[in-house]
């Protein structure tokens, strides 16, 4: 099914989809049962973000044409989300819900840092993870300091700075600075890597069976969008398989720590040098994942033209090879793990043709992602 980009709410007014996450029927043949839908007003104050849902009819998908919108920052799941809403908004008036996912979590942005919201007894797992993080990282990576936390939630600092994406989009950037941040990243990367044992710090390990799931979830997602004909589907579906038998007959590799969700809008340039944002998803494996994902959102933000003026759309596949080879000249993968690396970008661009195909101002965009074939570079 195709998801206007903008919306009415049955409580009234206009809305724009920014993100979607499509749950399925336990059935045969699978369907699309609800969509949950992340929207931004039309009028008003178009930095808060709205939880929405869209139940869906699958012999009558197009009936789903309005959101059932949830009241500003509450979520029956997160009971916690509207007391920490109220005591941000009395500190600083300002304060925003800039993320939620309905029924999973949610973000509140304020002078005194983030507040991230989640199902009660889910917070301590990602406290663990950030003191993980902090350990594994530290020494070369700024990391924002936790605050305060609780069962369902946990507050950390806010850091000066901007995101490797934002950077990108400064014109006033020239090529040599952009180069540079992306050369500071690889090498902060570079060095925080090495191997650890399989019960370093209790995380759990990301086998690359569990990458493929994720790969195939999300191809499924993509046979229901709709937009896809169901044979490119198949074929994608038979490439990641392969894609999964050529690194697994790499055989056995170090563990690192993994991100898992890397990418320009999770490293952040502050004064005191790059820092790393979000360790939700933290947990050990493949480095070579990491990159592979970078990587492929390079790419991604290339075919978005993110990176360039109205004018000049070239300009964003200029600075998209001038970042990569920055970032492979800063994290100077030795030839197998760039080998992997490569795999991985093309397994991690799979997945991304997926996610955005329930993306609506990027559905255009994401037809053309699963016709490409050359995918490490433009």
């Given at each position: 099914?195709?998801?206007?980009e903008?919306?009415?709410?049955?409580?009234?007014g206009?809305?724009?989809?920014?993100?979607?996450?499509?749950s399925?029927?336990?059935?045969?043949?699978?369907?699309?049962?609800?969509?949950i839908?992340?929207?931004?007003?039309?009028?008003?104050?178009?930095?808060?973000?709205h939880a929405?849902?869209?139940?869906?009819?699958?012999?009558?998908?197009?009936e789903?044409?309005?959101?059932?919108?949830?009241?500003?920052?509450?979520?029956?799941?997160?009971p916690?989300?509207?007391?920490?809403?109220?005591?941000?908004?009395?500190?600083?008036?300002s304060?925003?819900?800039?993320?939620?996912?309905?029924?999973?979590?949610?973000?509140?942005?304020?002078?005194?840092?983030?507040?991230?919201?989640?199902?009660?007894?889910?917070?301590?797992?990602?406290?663990?993870?950030?003191?993980?993080?902090?350990?594994?990282?530290?020494?070369?990576a700024?990391?924002?300091?936790?605050?305060?936390?609780?069962?369902?939630?946990?507050i950390t600092?806010?850091?000066?700075?901007?995101?490797?994406?934002e950077?990108?989009?400064?014109?006033?950037l020239?090529?040599g600075g952009?180069?540079g941040?992306?050369?500071?990243?690889?090498?902060?990367?570079?060095?925080?890597?090495?191997?650890l044992?399989?019960?370093?710090?209790?995380?759990?390990?990301?086998?690359?069976?569990?990458?493929?799931?994720?790969?195939?979830?999300?191809?499924?997602?993509?046979?229901?969008?709709g937009?896809?004909?169901?044979?490119?589907?198949?074929?994608?579906?038979?490439?990641?398989?392969q894609?999964?038998?050529?690194?697994?007959?790499?055989?056995?590799?170090?563990?690192?720590?993994?991100?898992?969700?890397?990418?320009?809008?999770?490293?952040?340039?502050?004064?005191?040098g790059?820092?790393?944002?979000?360790?939700?998803?933290?947990?050990l494996g493949?480095?070579?994942?990491?990159?592979?994902?970078?990587?492929?959102?390079?790419?991604?933000?290339?075919?978005?033209?993110?990176?360039?003026?109205?004018?000049?759309?070239?300009?964003?596949?200029?600075?998209?090879?001038?970042?990569?080879?920055?970032?492979?000249?800063?994290?100077?993968p030795?030839?197998?793990?760039?080998?992997?690396?490569?795999?991985?970008?093309?397994l991690?661009?799979?997945?991304?043709?997926?996610?955005y195909?329930?993306?609506?101002?990027?559905q255009k965009m994401?037809?053309?992602?699963?016709?490409?074939?050359?995918?490490?570079?433009?």
């Open positions: 099914m195709k998801l206007p903008i919306m009415f709410a049955l409580s009234g206009i809305w724009r989809l920014q993100r979607c996450w499509p399925l029927v336990d059935s045969q043949p699978p369907a699309v049962k609800r969509i839908v992340e929207a931004t007003p039309m009028h008003g104050d178009r930095s808060r973000r929405a849902l869209l139940s869906v009819n699958p012999l009558q998908p197009e789903a044409l309005w959101l059932q919108l949830h009241p500003y920052g509450q979520d029956a799941a997160l916690a989300l509207t007391e920490h809403l109220q005591h941000a908004l009395r500190d600083d008036p304060a925003v819900v800039v993320a939620h996912r309905r029924g999973k979590r949610a973000v509140i942005r304020s002078v005194r840092g983030f507040v991230k919201v989640l199902r009660p007894g889910k917070a301590p797992t990602l406290v663990h993870r950030q003191a993980c993080a902090a350990r594994y990282y530290g020494g070369h700024v990391l924002a300091a936790l605050l305060q936390h609780d069962d369902a939630a946990l600092a806010p850091l000066a700075g901007r995101t490797l994406a950077l990108g989009n400064d014109p006033s020239d090529d952009l180069a941040c992306w050369f500071a990243f690889g090498s902060m990367m570079r060095r925080c890597q090495r191997e044992p399989a019960d370093w710090c209790g995380l759990p390990q990301h086998r690359l069976e569990d990458e493929w799931r994720i790969v195939d979830d999300w191809l499924m997602r993509m046979m229901l969008s937009q896809v004909p169901p044979e490119r589907v198949l074929v994608l579906h038979q490439r990641s398989q894609l999964c038998g050529a690194l697994a007959g790499e055989g056995v590799v170090p563990l690192s720590l993994l991100h898992r969700d890397l990418h320009d809008k999770q490293v952040l340039f502050t004064p005191d790059p820092a790393l944002l979000d360790f939700d998803t933290l947990a493949d480095a070579a994942l990491d990159l592979g994902n970078v990587l492929a959102h390079l790419r991604l933000r290339a075919y978005q033209h993110a990176w360039c003026s109205e004018l000049e759309p070239s300009l964003s596949f200029t600075r998209f090879r001038l970042a990569r080879q920055a970032l492979l000249n800063g994290w100077a030795d030839e197998a793990s760039m080998a992997r690396a490569n795999l991985f970008t093309e991690s661009w799979i997945r991304l043709a997926g996610v195909q329930w993306r609506p101002a990027w994401a037809k053309h992602m699963v016709q490409a074939d050359d995918h490490q570079g433009l």
